[in-house]
């Protein structure tokens, strides 16, 4: 009998990944990667965006070479086949020009590649277990993590409202957000905590 992957669940089940919940823990893989201009790139781009790994994946060097903060890029999301515009800020925009002077790209280049061409989603993933595993964070952690990560920290960093990540993810519900966001037992926790 065939050994099934623990990275693949068994039909109809799943296995649910981690954001990355430490700011310091953020911070760090920001420097184990500061010399590898497209892991950091793929990097800060994810939780800076909230884009799928495969929609990242698309990205050409066409279509960011010219962008700034606040300028907005469009991708046609994999998944659902809609077109998802996002405003990039500066650290997104600095990662990228960082990785475009890194070497030469041509405009339909696509910004995450290696030697075998475009970068997969499953090699992705590894390269996250990887960082995470580098600077010793324990977890369930993947590529989904970026996005989760980015929706976390706007939710319980920044104090984003929920129906606003609600329609940013293009969920049904809020309690299908804050379960997403591995944030909905640690509000229920915290309202306990609250003496009167």
Not at 41 to 50: E, K, P, S
Not at 76 to 95: C, F, P, S, Y
Request: glycine share 8%; charged share 30%; with cysteine.
């Amino acid at each position: 009998m065939k050994k099934r992957s623990k990275n693949h669940p068994k039909k109809g089940s799943s296995i649910k990944v981690e954001p990355i919940r430490d700011l310091k823990a953020i911070r760090t893989i920001k420097k184990l990667l500061a010399g590898h201009p497209r892991n950091y790139c793929l990097f800060v781009l994810g939780i800076n965006t909230a884009f799928r790994a495969g929609d990242l994946l698309s990205i050409t060097a066409g279509q960011v070479r010219h962008l700034g903060a606040g300028d907005h890029l469009e991708v046609r999301e994999q998944k659902t086949g809609k077109i998802r515009r996002v405003t990039l800020n500066r650290a997104a925009v600095e990662a990228i020009q960082q990785l475009l002077e890194s070497r030469e790209f041509g405009d339909d280049d696509f910004l995450f590649s290696g030697q075998r061409g475009r970068l997969s989603v499953s090699y992705v993933t590894r390269l996250v277990k990887g960082w995470c595993r580098e600077i010793n964070l324990k977890g369930r952690y993947a590529s989904h993590s970026l996005r989760k990560t980015f929706g976390y920290h706007q939710r319980v960093t920044y104090g984003v409202a929920l129906p606003v990540l609600v329609e940013l993810y293009g969920h049904a519900t809020q309690r299908q957000t804050l379960d997403y966001l591995c944030v909905q037992d640690e509000e229920i926790r915290d309202v306990y905590m609250n003496e009167l």
